[in-house]
């Protein structure tokens, strides 16, 4: 895959690209999360995922503007799995949406961790416990589900966070994925993860290349993301 650009002499530095991946059991409000912490709504008739969604957003983290990419993963069931592992291997952190609500909490928290294993060296992990607002509150497995998120890291990543939220009220969402952004910054400026990289500018910008290879679809993601946030400025082809 590879980068070139229309005028070069007009070319700024590249832009920083963090991708986080969202995953979990079906139907925890990982959609909804995503939807609150970006826009501050919530939908009670949202449809459930099919496959995956990315949007790409700017941040401002640590003083820097960066882009973005979050990736809305289906639940995780069997024929989901894949499409959620894929994603995890060009991500810079996974994000575990939990239901609270549910009898099988423990287990499901459990399950979706495995998906650490796919991340690069160095990723954050966390788990955000949805549906605070809830009176299932009380009777979930807090303690143990905070044991689980600190012991899931990837090689070399810091230990697991784990932070309760609503989706449905906002509680907590915002600044818990915050935190997350903010602690894939800290591995960045460690040099013990490596963000993707691609120029922006007020020139054209075109990105091509050929994709043969499933490592290389949110390469292929983020650009065409980024040129439907600057049609003016990026284009892309594959």
């Given at each position: 895959f590879s980068l070139r650009c229309v005028h070069r002499h007009h070319?700024?530095?590249?832009?920083?690209?963090?991708?986080?991946?969202?995953?979990?059991?079906?139907?925890?409000?990982?959609?909804?999360?995503l939807n609150q912490f970006l826009h501050g709504t919530f939908d009670q008739e949202l449809r459930p995922?099919?496959?995956i969604n990315c949007v790409v957003q700017k941040q401002e983290i640590a003083g820097r503007q960066i882009h973005v990419q979050f990736v809305d993963t289906a639940g995780i069931r069997e024929k989901a799995k894949k499409s959620a592992t894929e994603s995890c291997a060009a991500a810079s952190a996974l994000v575990v949406v939990v239901d609270l609500s549910s009898h099988d909490v423990e287990a499901e928290t459990q399950r979706s961790l495995e998906l650490a294993a796919d991340l690069p060296a160095g990723a954050v992990v966390a788990v955000l416990a949805n549906k605070m607002d809830t009176e299932a509150v009380s009777a979930a497995p807090l303690q143990a589900l905070q044991a689980l998120t600190q012991r899931a890291s990837a090689r070399d990543g810091p230990s697991g966070m784990f932070r309760t939220v609503s989706a449905r009220t906002g509680?907590?969402?915002?600044?818990?994925?915050?935190?997350?952004?903010?602690?894939?910054?800290?591995?960045?400026?460690?040099?013990?993860?490596?963000?993707?990289?691609?120029?922006?500018s007020k020139q054209n910008v075109s990105v091509v290349g050929r994709i043969n290879d499933s490592r290389f679809h949110h390469a292929r993601v983020i650009a065409e993301n980024l040129a439907q946030m600057y049609p003016s400025i990026v284009s892309a082809t594959v």
């Open positions: 070319c700024r530095m590249a832009q920083t690209v963090t991708t986080v991946v969202f995953a979990g059991p079906l139907k925890s409000g990982k959609t909804s999360l995922t099919v496959d509680e907590n969402v915002y600044g818990a994925v915050r935190d997350v952004l903010a602690a894939v910054q800290k591995q960045i400026s460690l040099g013990k993860l490596h963000a993707v990289e691609l120029p922006v």
